[in-house]
T-cell receptor, first 117, second 113 residues
Framework: AQKVTQAQTEISVVEKEDVTLDCVYETRDTTYYLFWYKQPPSGELVFLIRRNSFDEQNEISGRYSWNFQKSTSSFNFTITASQVVDSAVYFCALSTDRGSTLGRLYFGRGTQLTVWP | DSGVTQTPKHLITATGQRVTLRCSPR?????VYWYQQSLDQGLQFLIHYYNGEERAKGNILERFSAQQFPDLHSELNLSSLELGDSALYFCASSRGPGANVLTFGAGSRLTVL
């Protein structure tokens, strides 16, 4: 079975602080994909990143960076120098190539990030 | 604008009623997914259609049904509504049936009174 755990329900930081959102996943499949989505107060789900299970290279995009470690089944997300506009719920998700669930995203419960000015 | 269009944005109805939520996928996308987001269940996968055919079912109640039409738009029908059906219903689309990036619509917020 596929499972995603985001242990941090809520995180509050002050602007310009760095913050890391944790994500731990479970799957028996060797080919899988990991995602992060952002849900701002307006409610839509915005795609941030996708990584496949064969690419453990960390990625940086502006103030965002992602650390993928297969050894610990983790795919953590760090925001550097946080801003008020980063306040949102962040979801980690998992997808596999298993036939019956092809393309389906398994979401974690999300982490509510609040950045105070 | 994600390119995935969902209507209506908000819907208020009474218990026992039936509603239909509509989704138009991004141009060129053949896959449509429906998700339900509620406070107690989080984001739950309901059903996946690819090019008009049902591909997978998740935690979808028997009172709920969906279909994807030849023009690729999809409808989610919710019947015999209960208070617990109040939730945000998302539609998402992707190019193919595989693990592509899902692009989500803005959601339809259903309130059952």
């Amino acid at each position: 079975a596929q499972k995603v755990t985001q242990a941090q329900t809520e995180i509050s930081v002050v602007e310009k602080e760095d913050v890391t959102l944790d994500c731990v996943y479970e799957t028996r499949d060797t080919t899988y994909y990991l995602f992060w989505y952002k849900q701002p107060p307006s409610g839509e789900l915005v795609f941030l990143i996708r990584r496949n299970s064969f690419d453990e290279q960390n990625e940086i995009s502006g103030r965002y960076s992602w650390n993928f470690q297969k050894s610990t089944s983790s795919f953590n997300f760090t925001i550097t120098a946080s801003q008020v506009v980063d306040s949102a719920v962040y979801f980690c998700a998992l997808s596999t190539d298993r036939g019956s669930t092809l393309g389906r995203l398994y979401f974690g419960r999300g982490t509510q990030l609040t950045v105070w000015p | 604008d994600s390119g995935v269009t969902q209507t209506p944005k908000h819907l208020i109805t009474a218990t026992g009623q039936r509603v239909t939520l509509r989704c138009s996928p991004r141009s060129g996308d053949l896959s449509v997914y429906w998700y339900q987001q509620s406070l107690d269940q989080g984001l739950q996968f309901l059903i996946h259609y690819y090019n008009g055919e049902e591909r997978a079912k998740g935690n979808i109640l028997e009172r709920f049904s969906a279909q994807q039409f030849p023009d690729l738009h999809s409808e989610l029908n919710l019947s015999s509504l209960e208070l617990g059906d109040s939730a945000l219903y998302f539609c998402a689309s992707s190019r193919g049936p595989g693990a592509n990036v899902l692009t989500f619509g803005a959601g339809s917020r259903l309130t059952v009174l």
